[in-house]
């Protein structure tokens, strides 16, 4: 956050950042990120809402601004009557770092410690992260089970995304009839669920390894409108994608393989395409803030050469797409960017 940092202090805050996670963990358990993102609070008031000891607290926030998330003007000498603010909202942000539910807890399962202190060999191609710990494509029901469930965690600013561009998607795919939509390599059923719940034309076939037929299935027993919800079982690297739909959805799919492969699906999915059908593309694009959420995968597969997981630039989507044969491709930005192109055979 603090972007006024020299790489030796840059570097000082990562040395100590389980240090950091403290400090944030510590104010958000005495309350102190919500007075910071509704200051300019000063110290004294912080002091009396909080109970703490004013110095003390002074030092913590201290720790909060050399990390670059709060702003202090003191214009005297009373420490008390320093004022505080956050510099952009914390609680919210936080929370979905340290919640117990978050991303990041869920990554820090996976056997990442088998390359820790060991990336030079790692580089030099003299070590890798063993199959037992990650082996990819996934193998094994279990470790595709808990994948999948990985992705599941991840999902809510994905179905944030869907939910707030959805209407124009699906309005542009099939004006005011049923949709029929594949989501390719659709997880457990997560954002299936999600998209049938608040979209009632639409109607979702989640097309996954028919390994995970037993988690979909689950998924939309669960699903208030699981009715429009169904499970196609295959390999999309193997064979050619079922067809006949309005809108084939990839999400989080295609950044995890080489661009060749890349390409190969968007072929497969033009050919699979209604004349009148759209494909839709959602991904962590290339940007600054995606690498740094994404860094965990990026360091741990470091040792996995058989997946890419790549962050693309949106321009690549872009190009590709018009040299498979799709036309006026749109994006529409969001937590999570969409892009929409169109078979050339759509009707207006």
């Known amino acids: 956050m603090n972007h006024n940092l020299t790489v030796r202090g840059f570097v000082s805050l990562l040395w100590h950042g389980s240090k950091a996670i403290d400090v944030l963990q510590a104010s958000l358990e005495i309350g102190l990120l919500d007075l910071l993102d509704s200051g300019p609070i000063t110290l004294g008031d912080l002091n009396q809402q909080l109970n703490c000891v004013p110095h003390r607290l002074y030092k913590l926030l201290d720790c909060l601004e050399s990390l670059g998330l709060v702003n202090r003007e003191q214009n ?31 990554r820090d399962k996976y056997q990442w410690q088998e390359i820790y202190g060991r990336l030079p ?16 494509p ?27 561009v959805g209407n124009q998607l699906w309005n542009l795919v099939n004006r005011n009839k049923p949709v029929r939509v594949l989501d390719v390599g659709g997880g457990d059923g997560t954002l ?5 719940s608040n979209f009632p034309q639409l109607y979702v076939d989640v097309y996954n390894l028919p390994e995970l037929s037993s ?35 990839f999400v989080r799919v295609l950044h995890d ?9 968007l072929i497969k999915a033009y050919n699979a395409l209604s004349p009148n059908g759209k494909i839709i593309i959602c991904e962590e694009f290339r940007t600054s803030e995606r690498l740094a959420i994404q860094f965990f995968w990026t360091y741990f597969l470091t040792g996995v050469d058989s997946c890419v997981s790549r962050l ?31 078979h050339p055979g759509y009707l207006n």
């Open 76 to 106: 005297v000498d009373d420490m008390e009557e320093a004022r505080y603010c956050s510099t952009e909202p914390l609680k919210e942000a936080i929370v979905a770092v340290l919640g117990a539910n978050s991303i990041e807890r869920d």
């Open 121 to 136: 060999e790692v580089l030099r191609g003299e070590y890798s992260v063993s199959p037992e710990a990650f082996d990819w």
């Open 138 to 164: 996934l193998r094994t029901p279990e470790k595709i089970a808990s994948f999948e469930f990985s992705m599941a965690a991840g999902c809510k600013p994905i179905i944030e995304s869907f939910l707030a």
């Open 192 to 196: 299936a669920c999600a998209l049938v």
């Open 215 to 249: 988690l979909v299935t689950e998924k939309i027993q669960k699903c208030s409108e699981g009715d429009r919800l169904n499970f196609v079982g295959g390999d999309f690297l193997q064979e050619p994608l079922p067809n006949g739909y309005d809108a084939i959805l």
């Open 257 to 265: 393989w080489p661009a060749h492969i890349a390409r190969e699906l």
């Open 312 to 342: 693309r630039e949106i321009e690549f989507y872009n190009r590709v797409l018009y040299e498979v044969g799709f036309e006026k491709v749109q994006i529409f930005p969001h937590s999570f960017d969409l892009i929409l192109a169109e």
